[in-house]
């Protein structure tokens, strides 16, 4: 699948270089696979969420859930 996702990328990087016969003519390097990966596609880093009173979770042991329904 990252291959041909990288396939594309160096279609793209072609075209971008004025096309394949361009290319053959000039006789460009072509760039490597992470080279292309840095060109056209943005490296993003996600923080760790702060943990918020929101994001805790409680948890009830089975005893008292089945008290809980044996008394409603």
Do not use: Y
């Not at 006789?27 to 996600?46: A, S």
């Not at 943990?51 to 329904?69: A, P, Q, W």
């Amino acid at each position: 699948q990252m291959e041909s996702f990288t396939d594309k990328l160096l279609i793209l990087w072609v075209d971008c270089n004025g096309g394949m016969q361009n290319a053959l003519d000039d006789k460009t390097e072509l760039p490597t696979t992470n080279e292309l990966i840095n060109i056209f596609c943005k490296t993003v880093f996600i923080k760790e969420k702060e943990e918020t009173e929101d994001d805790t979770v409680f948890f009830s042991s089975s005893s008292l859930i089945k008290k809980k329904k044996d008394t409603v």
